[in-house]
């Protein structure tokens, strides 16, 4: 790998559900050295790291210099929290944004959290948009997860725009492998779907 590649690194900031494992086999495949859902690493939980300040982005990044010094690509959760400290810590790097319907997405994260507490990752992102965090996911409404994934995907279209460091595409779309490969500037290759439930 590059010394370039590995100082502008990739993140897949989409939102938990999205297609994140399916990217980061991607990334994998391309031969970057790419982690999922860094909640363990080198010995340590990570997660651990930033219980009860799950709002302070900057800490939460900072938990994560190891892994982000030693990956090109990281993926899921918090990263789709704090991407625009990320933006900041490393100016040249390049942000990948998967969508899927809203009903779909509602589906899926509920059928994936259960009736447990949110752990401190998931509070990084939802702290972010829920202004009264509740405990569990069954106290959110419907209304206001789409509101999550609206907001989320609104507020990461207008902080890159004009930049030229994001690709927004829909993970439904028979172009998605390519368009990521493109976007990195490689050449295609075959994107398998991973963990993924259309409902």
Known sequence: MTELLRSR???????HRCGTQSVHRLLCDLGLKS???PKFYDGIDLEEEIR???ADRWHVSYSLNKVLYEHDAVSDVPI??????????FPSSQFI????PAEDWIRSVRRHIGSRDFDPYEKVVYTRYLHD??????????GSLKAVMEQHAAEVYEFFRGTG??????????SVGRDICEFLGRV???FMKVDYQPT
């Open 9 to 15: 690194k990739v993140f897949v900031a989409s939102l």
């Open 80 to 89: 789709c929290g704090i991407y625009d400290v990320l933006a900041r810590r």
């Open 133 to 142: 965090l509740p405990q569990k996911i069954s106290d959110v409404s419907d």
């Open 35 to 37: 982690i999922h859902w």
């Open 52 to 54: 009860g300040r799950e």
């Open 165 to 174: 460091q994001l690709l927004m595409t829909d993970l439904g779309s028979p």
């Open 188 to 190: 295609p290759i075959p």
């Open 97 to 100: 944004v998967l969508h899927r």
